[in-house]
C-alpha cells in the first residue's frame, strides 16, 4: 500500500436480488494523487457510477454488499469507517458532484441554504457566515448577481446554472477529492465546455483531485492524466491520457474512440458505433464479457475470461491480445486476428 491520496484495490460491489447477484462492479482497482485528474469512462451499466457509489458509502447494504477489495483514502479504510467517520468524510473531504442536478437539489429548500449546510456543519460556521460564503462560491462558478440568486429555489435555476451550484455545494469545503458524475450530460455543449473549464480553473486554484466519471472519451481528452476503462463492471483497460489515446490496447477501447465524432471538417470519417448492447449483469457472459460485440473474437475469447495484466509501464489491458506485435487499432485484422 502506497502513499496514494486515494488507493482502490480489487473492489468488488455485488447487488443481491430475486433475478440473481448483478456484479456491479467487479474488480476495480486505481491510485490517485493530489492534484491529479482521473478520467473514468465506460458505456451506461459499465459500474462507473457504482464505484464512486461504494467508496462514498452511499449504497444501501443490503441489497449492495462489498464482496471484495478495499478502498484506502488517506491510508484509512472506507469501508471500514463508522457511520459517523464517514459523514465527517463525505462533503468535506470527498465531495461529490452527482448526474442530475434537478434530482440531487432539494426543491423545497433555497440553493443558498443547501450550500451553505455542508459548511456549517463541517466547518462550524454560523448560518449568516455561512450563506455569506455561499454567495462567494455562487460567484466563483459563475452564477450571475449571486446576492440575489442565493434566495432562489432550484427551479428558478436553468440545467446548467444547476450543475453550477451542485458545484458550489461540492466544493464549499475545499475537499481533498471532488467526484463528478457526468456532470455534462444533461447540458447543451456550450456549457458543458463552460462547466469543464471551470472545474479545471477550480482545480487549479485549490488543489483538489478529480475523477471524472464519463462516457464520453471526447470529455476527458485534454483534462484527465490518466483514464480507467470499464465494461461489464470490470476495468479492461487503465494507463495514462497518452498511453489510451495513442496506444490504446483493448477492442472495447478502439470502439468508444471510433464513436467520437471529429471536429476536423477534412476528415471524411463515419461513426463507427460499437454493435450491440452491454450485457446483463446477472448473466455475463463467459470468457471476456466484451466478445459477443468484438470484432476480432477467437474461441479463447469465449472460454476464457482474460485477466487484467500490465503491457508497459502502468498501463494495462483485460485483453488475450494486448501486447501481441500487429494487434493494434487499425492493423488487428491485417495482422490475422479477425475471426
Same mark, same amino acid.
Given at each position: ?20 447477484? @448483478? ?19 465506460? *458505456? ?25 477489495? $478495499? ?69 466563483? @462558478? ?7 440568486? @442565493? ?72 483534462? /484527465? ?10 476495468? @479492461? *483497460? ?7 489515446? $495513442? ?84 492493423? /488487428? ?7
Amino acid at each position: 500500500m502506497g502513499d496514494h491520496l486515494l488507493e482502490v484495490k480489487d473492489l468488488k460491489m455485488y447487488f443481491h436480488t430475486r433475478d440473481g447477484v @448483478v456484479k456491479a462492479v467487479d474488480g476495480v482497482s486505481y491510485d490517485l494523487d493530489k492534484g491529479e485528474t482521473l478520467g473514468v469512462v465506460g *458505456e451506461s451499466g459499465s459500474g462507473k457510477s457504482v464505484t464512486a457509489l461504494t467508496m462514498m458509502r452511499l449504497i444501501a447494504m443490503p441489497p449492495g454488499k462489498v464482496e471484495g477489495g $478495499y478502498a484506502l483514502f488517506k491510508g484509512r479504510s472506507l469501508l471500514d469507517m463508522k457511520d459517523d467517520e464517514i459523514r465527517h468524510i463525505r462533503g468535506n473531504e470527498m465531495a461529490m458532484i452527482f448526474q442530475d442536478p434537478m434530482t440531487s437539489l432539494n426543491p423545497v429548500y433555497r440553493v443558498g441554504r443547501q450550500i451553505a449546510e455542508p459548511l456549517i456543519v463541517h466547518k462550524g460556521m454560523s448560518r449568516k457566515d455561512a450563506l455569506a460564503r455561499a454567495v462567494e462560491l455562487l460567484r466563483l @462558478v459563475g452564477i450571475p448577481n449571486p446576492e440575489a440568486r @442565493v434566495r432562489d429555489y432550484p427551479h428558478q435555476f436553468s440545467g446548467g446554472m444547476r450543475q453550477r451550484a451542485m458545484i458550489a455545494m461540492a466544493l464549499a469545503c475545499d475537499p481533498d477529492i471532488l467526484i463528478a458524475d457526468e456532470p455534462t450530460t444533461a447540458l447543451d455543449v456550450t456549457i458543458q465546455a463552460q462547466i469543464i473549464e471551470l472545474m479545471q480553473e477550480l482545480q487549479q486554484r485549490t488543489g483538489s483531485a478529480i475523477i471524472m466519471i464519463t462516457h464520453d472519451l471526447g470529455v476527458v481528452a485534454d483534462m /484527465a492524466d490518466r483514464i480507467l476503462v470499464m465494461y461489464a463492471g470490470r476495468m @479492461v *483497460e487503465y494507463g495514462t491520457t497518452d498511453e489510451i489515446f $495513442y496506444k490504446p490496447l483493448h477492442p472495447y477501447t478502439w470502439g468508444l474512440m471510433d464513436s467520437v465524432p471529429t471536429h476536423d471538417m477534412t476528415e471524411k470519417r463515419e461513426l463507427n458505433p460499437i454493435k450491440g448492447q452491454p450485457p446483463s449483469l446477472v448473466n455475463v457472459p463467459s470468457g471476456c464479457a466484451f466478445h459477443p460485440r468484438c470484432p476480432y473474437v477467437q474461441q479463447r475469447c469465449i472460454t476464457e475470461e482474460p485477466l487484467f495484466k500490465i503491457i508497459e509501464g502502468s498501463h494495462g489491458s483485460a485483453c488475450h491480445f494486448a501486447g501481441d506485435p500487429g494487434f493494434v487499432r487499425g492493423e /488487428a485484422e491485417l495482422a490475422g486476428v479477425s475471426a
